[in-house]
């Protein structure tokens, strides 16, 4: 089971609805219970045949056996303090890219002291398997159940196992491809170029993503 921690947010709600959508069983986390509960009901109504539950954060990371962190950056360093235990020996998929918003000037880049969002996760969560993945995947596509998504979903994590069922789960998202990023020092360019697209969905009214050539 897959759980998404932040899974009522806009990137949350939309893998959940994608890989459910793929036959997978999957947990929308919230530190609200009815909150994410209202929220695995709203998916539930785009995938009837879906296997959605809503609970609250602690318990989905209890539960799962992979977890998405889908917070905004501000509240990673707390909910992991709070979920280090639970969290322990499994899968974490960081897809936070730490962004800030100036009126005229859009979207910028949050320096992190650790390197990225990614590292300061595994920081924070020692005894855990952290993958970085899914930042510059449309959040708004990943919503739209019948939208055909594409482009490249970068994997980054210093532990081999854990990048490659990381990367066979974005297979299940059709039409995206997973590209190894190599270790997680190197999520930091990843995020970084995530309010790069941001900026370029505003000028052109798109949702851009990246595409590596020539593999």
């Known amino acids: 089971m897959l759980a998404f921690l932040g899974g009522t ?15 997978v069983e ?31 954060n602690a318990a989905a990371a209890g539960h799962a056996s992979v977890v998405f962190l889908t917070v905004p950056y ?22 936070i ?17 650790a390197g990225s969002a990614a590292q300061e996760a595994q920081q924070l969560l020692p005894e855990s398997l952290v993958v970085a993945a899914f930042q510059t995947v449309s959040a708004e596509e990943l919503q739209q159940p019948d939208t055909t998504m594409a482009g490249d979903v970068i994997v980054c994590s210093d532990y081999p196992e ?3 069922r990381v990367m066979e789960l974005a297979r299940k998202i059709h039409h ?23 900026n370029i969905n505003r000028i052109y009214k798109i949702h851009a993503g990246i595409k590596i050539v020539g593999l």
């Open 162 to 164: 854990a990048k490659a």
């Open 74 to 95: 501000e509240a990673q360093k707390p909910l992991l303090e709070q979920l280090r235990l639970p969290l322990a020996g499994k899968v974490v998929v960081n897809v």
């Open 9 to 23: 947010g806009p990137e949350g709600k939309g893998l959940a609805l994608r890989l459910a959508q793929a036959g």
């Open 97 to 113: 890219a730490p962004m800030s918003f100036q009126r005229g000037r859009g979207a910028s880049a949050v320096e992190v002291a």
């Open 26 to 56: 999957v947990t929308i986390g919230s530190r609200d219970a009815v909150r994410a509960t209202a929220t695995a009901d709203q998916l539930r109504q785009l995938v009837p045949a879906g296997r959605i539950t809503g609970e609250h």
């Open 176 to 198: 995206l491809r997973p590209v190894d990023g190599g270790g997680l020092a190197n999520a930091r360019y990843v995020e970084q170029i995530t309010p790069l697209l941001v």
